[in-house]
């Protein structure tokens, strides 16, 4: 009889659910119960990098929520974001190039000094060479003179602009997420779609989820949902970006950043294509660049 249940076991696995296997009746082998069926589960999407396979054990978890309060859950599901993107070390030093190289290549100086010869007037030599007993000028327009020109003064339009090298641009940009989703910053949504496109139904949404004063919503394209798009319109402190403009500066000007699961998988994807390239070494070298 014991060889016959096994067999059961081994063979019908549709049994399994419908024999009731801790009896102590007799007849409790063909006693059959009903069972409740599981509830559907929820969405879990692996990491399925074509350049970087081997992170299966160390690949970090993320909740995926939703924009519609209205469910009955939350969390829809999880997603597996890969360490060397959202893992890394933070590099604090190339986070402040970054930020630095971001603040300096849009300043443009304005002042402006003219040169002596733009300064109007002083054609005129003041006074002779000889004879007077003053000092030998030939224009009141002179630097040494009030009202003259300026020696190495300000000149406008001017720029501070320089070329940060491309290896410490995307470590900026793995050290600036690991350290957002390390602090519970960075967080994972099904999509941007929202039912109602109220700015206060936005901003009690950010509220009641403790995303603080300032979020950032990053989609992998910049055509945005309708809703989210005016909803955000009104409001300065929560934005909207594209993926291909993800920044050092912007994410850290914000409190909490809002990625979907097809900008952290286009996120992934271009990342780790850049820092698995053979000539990587090379490219993160200054001097290399520059050539």
């Known amino acids: 009889e014991h060889h016959c249940i096994m067999a059961q076991r081994l063979f019908y696995p549709t049994l399994r659910n419908s024999l009731r296997c801790f009896g102590t009746t007799p007849g409790w082998q063909t006693e059959a119960v009903a069972v409740p069926q ?5 969405l879990i999407l692996n990491e399925t990098s074509e350049i970087d396979k081997n992170v299966a054990e160390v690949a970090r978890e993320a909740w995926i929520e939703t924009l519609d309060p209205s469910g009955e859950n939350l969390h829809v599901g999880l997603i597996h974001l890969h360490p060397k993107v959202f893992a890394t070390y933070p590099r604090l030093d190339i986070i402040h ?3 630095v190289w ?4 849009r300043m443009v100086n304005t002042s402006h ?3 002596r010869s733009e300064v109007r007037g002083g054609g005129r030599k003041p006074w002779p060479q000889k004879g007077t007993g003053r000092a030998r000028h030939g224009s009141i327009r002179s630097p040494l003179w009030k009202g003259g020109g300026v020696v190495h003064g300000p000149r ?3 720029t501070q602009f320089y070329m940060l090298s491309f290896g410490k641009r995307i470590m900026g940009l793995t050290s600036t997420l690991s350290a957002k989703f390390a602090q519970d910053d960075l967080k994972i949504v099904e999509n941007l779609d929202m039912p109602s496109d109220e700015a206060g139904f936005l901003e009690k949404l950010c509220e009641d989820r403790c995303w603080g004063p300032s979020v950032l919503f990053v989609d992998d394209c910049d055509l945005m949902p309708r809703n989210i798009t005016v909803a955000t319109d009104t409001i300065n402190h929560i934005n909207l970006m594209p993926v291909y403009g993800l920044n050092v500066y912007s994410m850290l000007k914000h409190n909490t950043v809002v990625l979907t699961v097809s900008a952290s998988q286009c996120i ?3 990342i780790l294509h850049h820092l698995n390239k053979p000539d990587y070494h090379l490219i993160n070298c200054a001097k290399c660049y520059n050539k």
């Open 268 to 270: 992934e994807e271009r």
């Open 38 to 42: 599981a509830p559907s589960a929820p």
């Open 113 to 115: 000094t003219k040169l």
């Open 102 to 105: 971001q603040q300096k290549y």
């Open 97 to 99: 190039e970054n930020v």
């Open 156 to 158: 406008a339009f001017t």
